[in-house]
C-alpha cells in the first residue's frame, strides 16, 4: 500500500513538473515572441546593430543636454535591473531631506535660471529604483536647459516631448508619461537631421 501511494506521488510529481515547469512555460514564452516579440525580450531598443538600453528601465543620463529621469536609490550605481529598491527613507529621516535638497541643488546648478517649481518625481526616488519615464511636466521642466544645450528652440523641444507624451492606459489607469530614453534619442536624431541640413546649405 505505501509502496503504490509513494508511486503514484512520484508519477504524479513527474507529470506535473514535466507540465507545469517545462512545457507550459516554453508554451508561453513561445507565444509571447510571436505575439509580442519585442515586448518578450525585453523591449530592447538597438541603433545600428548596437544596444543601447530598455524602454523599461530607467538610465542615469547626467549631460545637460540629456533629459534627466527619476532619481534612483538602487545600488551599487543608479538603475541597476538586479537591485531593484527604494531608498526605504521614511518622511522623518534627516537623510530623505539631504537627498531631496542635493537633487534639487543639481537641477537648479544645471538650470540656474528656471524658476519654474522643481516636480517632486524629479528629486525622489520611486519604489523600484528603475522609472524609464517621467511626467510631462517633469520633461517641460528641463526643456529650456536641454535646448539650449543642444543649440535647439524651446518650441524643437516642445514639440518632440508633445510627440512622445502617452496617456492614461486605456484613457484612467495611471498618468501622463514620457519615456527618458526615447526622448533622447528623439532628439539626438533631430541634432543630426539639422546639422545635416546644416552642412548641405553650406
Partial sequence: MLVRTFRSAASLL????????????????????????????????????KLIGSTLIGQNFASPRYFWGRPSATTPQ????????????????????????????????ADPGNG??????????????????????????????????????????ERVIASLEQGRVLGFIG?????VLALNLALDELNGTAAADGAAAR
Avoid: C, W
Fill in 14 to 49: 513527474i507529470v506535473m513538473t514535466i507540465l507545469l515547469g517545462v512545457a507550459y512555460p516554453l508554451a508561453i514564452t513561445g507565444i509571447a515572441r510571436l505575439a509580442f516579440p519585442r515586448q518578450a525580450t525585453g523591449s530592447l531598443v538597438v541603433r545600428d546593430g
Fill in 78 to 109: 543608479p538603475y541597476n535591473g538586479i537591485g531593484s529598491t527604494g531608498s526605504n527613507l521614511g518622511p522623518l529621516n534627516p537623510a530623505l531631506l539631504d537627498a531631496v535638497r542635493a537633487n534639487a541643488k543639481a537641477l537648479r546648478d
Fill in 116 to 157: 519654474l517649481p522643481i516636480p517632486v518625481e524629479l528629486v525622489t526616488a520611486s519604489a523600484s529604483g528603475l522609472d524609464p519615464e517621467i511626467s510631462p511636466a517633469a520633461a517641460r521642466y528641463q526643456a529650456g536647459r536641454v535646448a539650449r544645450a543642444r543649440g535647439l528652440t524651446a518650441a524643437q523641444v
Fill in 175 to 179: 498618468e501622463a508619461r514620457v519615456n
